[in-house]
């Protein structure tokens, strides 16, 4: 099958260099060749299993609770602007 | 005694610490990290200075003293912790994980952070950005993957235990490979909290120790229901070092037909039906030709719905936050270069291969046909439990392997997990311990898988087992 490395890589925001781009093509190339077994297994009667443990949803009541983290989460940001993390600009001016 | 301190397990590590205090211990084992580490590399930050303000132990808490190591994806309150990754360079949680806070509550103290494939992505600690792990039994060798430097650590007798986490074999491979003792207790018997995700219905954390006994005593006070962690089991806790004592008779323990299949070793094939020659001698009933008959598939399940959950969780990793950030002339060419520079080449690989499976046209194909066949593999046990109480088999194909032998063989290195992989994919409890030794000397170990939230047995026949062949007592020659 062919693989289309520049639209996942996209898909996934990564950037790849040239000397790498060929080489991780060519192993997932090879890995979905392997899984493609799958395929001659009859699934069509059998239900997906997402979770091990079919456990029930948790629910708790929304309530503030005291915490001091901001500071801390902001401590070792790579930038910050006061209470905020700051980023580079995200639309460029015409 | 005091000149074999660094042996210690944890059972005679809570004796010694409740009499002579912690420090004897901690500075034994600190002397051994400092000489041996530049060969073996098991640990990536170490603080003597902070492992030691310890106040004396006063009251008697059930891990008083003991030193435990801790994989460097398990995230500890004001200590950088990476995942053995440059995206995660200077990341410093502000929290402390669940069994963080469950081992300084029991007295325990944190001894360090061990090195791993980058976040948990492999099985070899070959993708470590910082440097591979030795095998301390032959340093030419790879001590296993991903939690190389937990089982390498406590191999070499440079920590008493460690933590460590098992998505498809992380923890019970490596113990395998550097001959001691890795438990990957069953999916939600320990809290995820705190645990940097790899793929979320995969992972538990779990004990790498020297002896079964130790594994008991950690998991007492690993294991229990966490309100911070949805899919941690509401399940009661038993007192698991009970259970070291009951014996094996009467246990039906079966051997997979799947599992003694070409691509086995043969002098580990030998050394695990030895074993259960063994479990038979000592009064256990021995049911050859179980089937599981979706073992071909588990690798191929995996490396479909693994990936895709991986892939998800490494979207967070952008560097905005926290850790690396490649400063670019906007926020998306930012995201761009800062994944580019910060993820090496097999998180790129499984971040790659997990979009594919999940993006629009390749869906169904592939995650959907996935999780079905998940289905499948479950089911299997759940079959094979019906017959029997415990499934023995080989935890790894292969005794370890050398360094570079499979690294550029992204599909070979995979297939290293073939025996430990269905487990997580059925979210069942699984022990690999030490079983016998190649010819050359390297260590073999013996999966023993058992039932949802049934460590207990695993605990029972795996004492037994141990105290039979006593190889707790082999060292590697450091």
């Given amino acids: 099958m062919a693989f289309d490395i520049e639209k996942i890589a996209e898909l996934a925001r990564l950037n790849l260099k040239p000397e790498e781009k060929k080489k991780l093509e060519k192993d997932l190339e090879s890995i979905l060749a392997y899984v493609e077994k799958l395929k001659t297994l009859d699934t069509s009667q059998v239900e997906p299993t997402s979770h091990v443990l079919n456990i029930e949803n948790v629910f708790r009541k929304d309530e503030v609770k005291p915490a001091q983290v901001r500071d801390e989460a902001l401590k070792h940001a790579p930038l910050v602007d006061g209470k905020f993390f700051k980023v580079p600009k995200v639309v460029e001016k015409e | ?478």
């Fill in chain 2, 1 to 478: 005694m005091s000149d074999n301190l660094h042996q210690l397990t944890v059972k005679k590590a809570i004796e010694f610490a409740s009499k002579q205090g912690a420090e004897p211990i901690l500075k034994a084992i600190t002397e051994r990290v400092k000489i041996l580490n530049l060969q073996i590399n098991a640990f990536l930050r170490f603080d003597p200075e902070k492992s030691f303000p310890l106040s004396p132990v006063s009251r008697p808490l059930p891990l008083s003293g003991v030193p435990i190591s801790i994989k460097d994806n398990i995230c500890i309150q004001g200590v950088e912790t990476t995942c053995a990754s440059k995206i995660l360079v200077g990341h410093v949680p502000p929290y402390d994980a669940t069994v963080i806070e469950k081992l300084k509550h029991a007295g325990a103290v944190i001894f360090g952070q061990c090195n791993m494939d980058e976040f948990a992505f492999g099985s070899s600690t070959e993708s470590s950005a910082f440097g591979i792990v030795r095998n301390p039994w032959d340093l030419e060798r790879v001590p296993g993957g991903s939690s190389g430097g937990s089982a390498a650590a406590v191999a070499a007798d440079m920590t008493v235990a460690a933590l460590g986490s098992d998505t498809g074999g992380s923890i019970r491979q490596p113990a395998a490979f550097c001959g001691v003792v890795g438990l990957k207790p069953t999916y939600g018997r320990v809290s995820r909290y705190g645990l940097i995700a790899f793929g979320s219905s995969f992972d538990q954390i779990g004990p790498i120790t020297k002896t079964v006994e130790d594994s008991a005593i950690l998991l007492n006070v690993l294991a229990g229901h966490d309100h911070r962690d949805s899919t941690s089991a509401n399940a009661p806790v038993p007192d698991y070092t009970k259970a070291l004592n009951r014996g094996v008779r009467g246990l039906r323990i079966g051997l997979p037909s799947e599992y003694f299949v070409s691509g086995l070793d043969s002098e580990v094939e030998q050394s695990v039906r030895e074993a259960a020659r063994i479990f038979k001698n000592l009064g256990a009933e021995i049911v050859e030709g179980i089937s599981l008959p979706h073992t071909p598939y588990a690798v191929a399940v995996y490396y479909i719905v693994a990936v895709a959950e991986a892939s998800s969780n490494l979207g967070r990793f952008d560097g905005v936050e926290y850790g690396l950030r490649v400063p670019a002339k906007d926020l998306r060419e930012m995201y761009f270069e800062t994944r580019d520079q910060g993820f090496g080449e097999e998180a790129k690989r499984r971040i790659l291969l997990g979009t594919f499976v999940l993006s629009a046209g390749y869906y169904d194909a592939y995650y959907l046909k996935g999780q079905k066949v998940r289905t499948l593999i479950r089911q299997d046990f759940e079959k094979a439990f019906q017959k029997v109480d415990l499934i023995l088999g080989p935890t790894a194909p292969t005794p370890p392997f050398k360094i570079g032998e499979k690294i550029d063989d992204p599909l070979a290195m995979y297939l290293s997990d073939i025996y430990t992989i269905p487990a997580n994919l059925a979210g069942v409890p699984a022990m690999s311990l030490p079983c016998g030794f190649t010819k050359s000397g390297l260590p073999i170990g013996l999966q023993l898988t058992a039932k949802p939230f049934d460590e207990e047995t695993i605990f029972q026949a795996g004492h037994a087992f141990e105290q039979e062949l006593k190889l707790f007592n082999r060292k590697p020659k450091l």
